[in-house]
């Protein structure tokens, strides 16, 4: 039953559509379409017959009086309905349909297929009729048809490739994934500048990592037996960004970039995105291939120091981190400043140097001096200088100086008001009052930077809110929060053997506290952080199993799967762990990262 507001506009928009017809006539036609969106066929249909003998009136009611003789099973009617209407239309093909449509919902299966052929007799003498006819088969849910009106139009026309993207829905529609797929591929293969839409249409097809698989192999098959089809290469491309596999991305990318002879563009772009995802050596590779194939290329100085980058990333996240390879890092950015001057190119080369010194050499006076070189060789660049000083706040709170600090992000965040280097400078006085035990200051500034524009920014004022909070409901002094912010700003420091003291007595003191879920976490990582690899195992089971129902589980669990395979070499373990993950937590931030983990390990794909 039809509710009285959409009735309503029901009957607005008929009246609207009706201006031609007289009055009373509009009023008949206006009840007959409410019985009708009641399902009070008799009604309707009394009416409909009464108005249906004016062609112009007929082709107004047409399709509910056609479907409210079927819902009666006046099969006559019906059938002398859709005859009328073919016959004063011979050119409009969907009447025909619907005649073979009256026919099946009698049962007459037989005499519907031959009216199907016979329409495709007809397309192939008129072809422009074809669009309609295939339109009105998926209208009126019937795919089938839709399939036999495509497949004959391909035969009669001899185009392999027509009506793909229609043919791909009307195989989705019955299920067909396989076929579907098929013919989007085919679809790009002859449509190269619509291969956008074909990959948004491929993800609404295909999401389980099986379905990956299958698609990458036909593509690795049609690839083989003919290369020059390079819609193949960007395929393949896609899947591997999809999966994280950024080596094997790597490979597209790169005969991507020696076909179109892009210097590197593209490979540069799949570089960052694997570096974001904390893929060092595939997005090092990847800068390495640009700086050795285009030696005298606009990319040379950008891929080389971040060439650099990668290697300082992945020397960062190897614990416990070598002074040495530190050293022997800023030599090799020493020697890209020597052959490239210090300007404007090597401006964030001369930043990562700074904070190096800063962090890992303890020569902070050093930091500064570089970084105010940097800030000058940057050509007043509004977000370099910004990100600068973000920095020298950084070192100034190394050094515990933290009212230089707190000025420094201030006058980021007043001059980049709603940019997100401003939102970053927000964050980091916000962590500031934090670490200073100064949690409502800290919220103030949290609860803003929740709407930031940056999820990364968002994601972590919300993080760090929840925390304040949760451990503040109770003990509204905070006190146990109070040490464990301390251990944090220690952890910012580098100074992790005093942190890790602090954490100690923190568990001792605080058992029952809210902040010891987080804080098992963090001496977990912090273990890591000097080498006690194995010791890092305890702190983690015990988030599971004394906080079942913790918001850390899945970060801890997912370390511990880490740590089985990267450190441990532990493969049938982690993969456990993963396994285990996988089911426990479906909906992580994790959860795409420990299935990838997972399939390695398994042995599903190389990476």
């Known amino acids: 039953m039809i509710n009285t507001k959409s009735s309503f506009s029901l009957l607005l928009l008929l009246f609207l559509s009706l201006p031609h017809l007289a009055y009373p006539q509009q009023k008949d036609i206006a009840l007959a379409e409410e019985y009708y969106a009641q399902n009070e066929y008799e009604k309707a249909r009394e009416i409909y017959a009464r108005v249906a003998g004016q062609p112009q009136t007929l082709s107004l009611i047409y399709s509910h009086y056609l479907k409210t003789l079927v819902g009666l099973k006046d099969w006559k009617e019906a059938e002398k309905l859709t005859k009328r209407q073919s016959k004063e239309n011979p050119e409009t093909v969907v009447y025909r349909l619907d005649y073979a449509w009256v026919l099946e919902q009698q049962t007459l299966l037989p005499a519907a297929d031959k009216e199907i052929a016979a329409i495709n007799d007809e397309l192939r003498k008129r072809p422009e009729a074809t669009e309609e006819a295939i339109e009105h088969a998926m209208r009126i849910d019937h795919n089938d048809w839709a399939e036999k009106i ?215 006076d050093t930091a500064v001096v570089l970084l105010n070189e940097a800030i000058n060789a940057s050509q007043g660049s509004a977000d370099f200088m910004a990100s600068a000083k973000i920095d020298l706040g950084d070192i100034y709170l190394l050094k515990d100086e933290a009212w230089e600090s707190t000025l420094l992000y201030s006058q980021v965040e007043l001059a980049r008001k709603e940019h997100p280097i401003g939102h970053e400078a927000k964050l980091r006085n916000a962590k500031l009052s934090y670490y200073k035990g100064e949690f409502d200051l800290a919220t103030e500034h ?89 010791e890092a195992i305890k702190p983690l089971e015990e988030v599971q199993t004394s906080f079942p129902e913790g918001i850390y589980g899945d970060d801890a669990m997912f370390l511990l799967g880490k740590i089985y395979e990267v450190h441990l070499q532990d493969k049938e373990k982690a993969k456990t762990v993963y396994q285990d993950f996988l089911i426990k937590f479906p909906a992580s931030v994790f959860t795409a990262e420990a299935r990838k983990r997972f399939r390695i390990l398994r042995g599903d794909f190389m990476n």
Request: hydrophobic share 40%; charged share 30%.
């Open 446 to 534: 949290l609860d803003i930077l929740k709407e930031a524009t940056s999820r990364e920014i968002s994601n972590d004022a919300m993080e760090l809110s929840l925390l304040i909070k949760d451990n503040i409901l109770e003990d509204t002094l905070g006190t146990a929060l109070k040490e464990f912010s301390k251990v944090e700003l220690l952890l910012f420091q580098h100074r992790e053997n005093e942190a890790l003291t602090r954490l100690d007595t923190l568990l001792k003191n605080y058992p029952k506290e809210n902040v010891v879920e987080k804080a098992l976490l963090t001496k977990a990582q912090l273990l890591l952080r000097v080498g006690k690899v194995q």
């Open 150 to 364: 495509i497949l004959a139009s391909r035969k009669n026309q001899k185009e392999k490739s027509r009506w793909a993207v229609e043919l791909a829905q009307v195989y989705m529609m019955q299920g067909k994934q396989t076929e579907a797929v098929e013919e989007l591929v085919q679809y790009a293969s002859t449509h190269k500048d619509e291969l956008d839409a074909v990959k948004n249409a491929l993800q609404e097809v295909i999401s389980k990592p099986e379905d990956f698989d299958k698609l990458e192999q036909n593509l690795l098959t049609k690839l083989e037996k003919d290369q020059d089809q390079i819609v193949y290469n960007e395929l393949l491309l896609w899947i591997y960004l999809q999966q994280k596999r950024f080596n094997r991305a790597f490979i597209q990318v790169r005969a991507l970039d020696k076909r179109y002879q892009e210097e590197g563009n593209q490979v540069i772009n799949v570089a960052l995105i694997a570096l974001k995802n904390n893929d060092f050596n595939a997005s090092a590779q990847m800068f390495e291939y640009i700086v050795k194939t285009y030696p005298q290329g606009a990319n040379y100085g950008y891929a080389r120091n971040m060439f650099l980058k990668c290697k300082e990333e992945a020397i960062r996240n190897t614990y416990p981190i070598d002074k040495t390879e530190i050293e022997n890092l800023i030599g090799q950015y020493r020697l890209l400043l020597n052959e490239l001057g210090q300007n404007y190119k090597t401006k964030e080369a001369m930043r990562n140097m700074a904070l190096l010194y800063a962090f890992y050499l303890n020569k902070k």
